[in-house]
Structure formats: C-alpha cells, structure tokens
C-alpha cells in the first residue's frame, strides 16, 4: 500500500503497527503522565484509560480507584485539573488512591457498568472495582467540596480491617 495515495487513517495504520487513533491517543497520555511523574513535577498520577495497569495496581496496594470520566477537549476538564486536582488538599488524598482518567467517548463499557451517562463524572470504587459513590463535576465544583465528597466516599471505599478484643493477660500462679 502506498501511504501517499491513500487516506490518512489507512497511512496511520500502516505506518504504526496496526496502532489506531485511540490508541495513539492513549499511548501519547501515558507516556506525557509517565513523564510527568518521573520529572517530579508534584501531580497525582493518573493511569490514561482502563487496561494500563490501574485495577491491578488499586488490588495489589489495596487502595480505593477514582475514575474520571472525562472529554479532553472540554473546559470542564481542564478547570478540573487547574482548580480542582492541583489544590494542595486534593493532590495529598489522590495519594492515596489509583487514579484513573476514562475519555467518556472510548470507554462506553466502563461508563455503563459504573452507571455513568454523560462526562465529567468521577466515580471513587474499592480497591476490587466496586462502586462505591460519584460526583458530576459540571460545573467544576470548589476544590473543598470535591475534597469533602471524596473524603467521604475514600472512607467507604477503604477496606475494613476488624479489630479483635484483646486477650485478657493471663496470670501463671506458681
């Protein structure tokens, strides 16, 4: 094939490796976080779509997973990363979760099974993938408010761990 006569989609798929645009997109995102957090530039980091490595990360170090479903393009989404994701408060409790950004129109599975509809939605989940609350974020809510709903939802999301009673001290009579 010829990728000067043909159409630029067949030029890109011949020329990547089979690699469509969404992929493209999503490899392109990860390497920029990828980037990012390596550079120490003090942001969250945030997996680029499902199937990267999120879920698996969220089980093995037993911490809650925010998604953000999102559209790349939109104000909202970018006043979400300005205000709302670079507030102080906020970036110290997405340490402490696996983040994950779901672009609304590529991840049409995972907005269903979390019961999301339209973008600018994040859903917080248990470490396992269980949904545990979500919060539309248009318009972008003040950076306390989002803190405070994902506070909330962290502290149901968090495994348990059941206390025991202490064994009473027993005595050796001699």
């Not at 149901?156 to 206390?163: D, F, L, R």
Request: hydrophobic share 35%; aromatic share 8%; proline share 7%.
């Amino acid at each position: 094939m010829d990728p000067v006569s043909s159409n630029g989609d067949d030029a890109l798929k011949e020329t990547s490796g089979q690699l469509d645009h969404r992929s493209l997109i999503l490899l392109s995102f990860s390497s920029m976080l990828a980037l990012c957090s390596a550079s120490g530039c003090n942001a969250p980091f945030w997996y680029a779509g499902p199937g990267l490595g999120g879920e698996e990360q969220a089980k093995k170090e037993n911490k809650p997973q925010l998604l953000y479903f999102k559209t790349w393009d939109s104000t909202h989404h970018r006043n979400m990363g300005r205000k709302v994701f670079q507030d102080a408060d906020v970036k110290k409790e997405l340490a402490d979760t696996v983040n994950i950004e779901l672009e609304f129109a590529f991840f049409e599975e995972h907005a269903k099974r979390y019961g999301v509809t339209k973008s600018q939605v994040c859903v917080l989940c248990d470490p396992n993938g269980k949904k545990v609350g979500a919060l539309y974020v248009n318009p972008v809510p003040p950076a306390p408010r989002f803190l405070q709903w994902l506070r909330r939802a962290k502290s149901e999301a968090s495994p348990k761990t059941v206390s025991r009673p202490a064994k009473p001290a027993t005595s050796s009579s001699e």
